[in-house]
């Protein structure tokens, strides 16, 4: 979440907030550097001291799971990144582009780097640009999305930018593999399942929200938010596709279930049993024999599910993002606003309704947050001139670093092997 250019009333220090893959950290750019909370375990007291460094103005924070390796943009440079590895204080390489870096997505296998009008894919291992995207539509928000499935390494972003076309491309294998009509209008938001299976989407609408199978491009399900427009600012799933939860400007994040548990639905396929000569039945037959004269528009919304469980904000009208996550085998909604406060609540798997007493984090004063030792703009190696605007990315890696300087510890999460380029 990018708030760069907000105009609503915020912190001045927040500048960007960000869930990694799946949920277990959060990064925070502001004005004076960058902050990395643990998700995982949450107190309910307060967050655990985040991991602190100090800076430029970062526009652009991204971890790699719960690995050393970050990827930068700051304010003062908008077309440079930096991959660094923050435990070592230590600077991996740096990329430069031809306009402004607008988004970074990460997997174990991939770095995508999004453009106003082009995608460019590195291979994390080593960072070369092993494929760009050029002339994509005009896409001044940077929308796209990348699986974090080491397999299915799907990307999705906008077609057009005047309907919601979405157009899907392996990663892996560097090829085009679906374009979905998605929606009428315009594209706001996008997001794949943990396995690279599933893709949500949103339009400028706000109303409806489509899941469609991936790469088939087929649709899964569709779920009504609400009859009123509204800004959707984030969809993500739960990490086993039971959920998924929505975030807009409004003051309410939906969540909307995919699937239930298996107990549940032999209740459920035992209590049909019985009112198969009910009223429910006689109604679904009423519904039947009317579809033939009923408009399309009245059966597509007799058939999309409404929200399983919801979550309110304290405020209406802020940028928001969401994300999901299992502790202690309960589903939990994560929720971070424009304000810089970030709300966690539980989804009652068997009830659903609305989510009660979520508990509240501030991310810029934490009370009991320290931080360790910290990189200044002072000391920060620098590692060759900033390159003007080129046809593509150019590295400005350093020279004289070996391999094993730039190894991702031993401890992180299945990190990747980033080394430096010889030269």
Known sequence: MNLTQETTERPSELLFISFNQDGT???????????????SPLSAEKLEPPIEKEGGEVCIVERLFSSSLVALVELSNPRKLRVCHFKKNSEICTYSYPDSILSVKLNRQRLLVVLRQNLYIHNIRDMKVMHTIRDTPNNPTGLCALSS???????????????????????????????????????????????GSKLATASAIGTVIRVFSVPQGEKLVEFRRGVKR???SCLSFSPEDTYLAISSCTE?????????????????????????????????????????????????AFNQSRAFAMMKLPKTGL???????????VHKVMVATSEGMLYVTSVEAREGGECRNP?????????????????????????????????????????????????????????????????
């Open 25 to 39: 950290s959060l990064s925070v750019g502001t004005r004076s550097g960058y902050k990395l909370f643990s998700l």
């Open 149 to 195: 499935d080491n397999e299915n390494g799907y990307i999705a972003y906008p077609g057009s930018n005047q309907n919601g076309e979405v157009l899907v491309f392996d990663s892996i294998n560097l090829k085009a593999v679906a374009t979905i009509m998605a929606h009428d209008s315009q594209l706001v938001a996008l997001a794949f399942n943990a396995q």
């Open 230 to 232: 509204a800004q959707i």
């Open 252 to 300: 309410t994040v939906h969540v909307f279930r995919l699937s239930e548990p298996q107990e549940e639905k032999d209740m459920h396929t035992h209590r049909r049993g019985e009112d198969q000569q009910g009223w429910m039945s006689y109604f679904g037959k009423a519904l039947s024999s009317s579809a033939t004269y009923l408009t399309s528009q009245v059966t597509d």
């Open 319 to 329: 940028k928001t993002i969401c994300a999901m996550t299992i502790i202690d085998g």
């Open 359 to 423: 508990v509240e984090y501030r991310l810029l004063d934490a009370a009991g947050c320290s931080s360790d030792s910290s990189v200044t703009d002072q000391q920060r190696p620098s590692y060759g001139s900033y390159a003007a605007a080129t046809a593509g990315a150019v590295s400005t890696r350093s020279p004289e670093a070996s391999l094993q300087d730039y190894g991702i510890t031993e401890n992180d999460d299945q990190p990747p092997s980033v080394h430096r380029a010889s030269h």
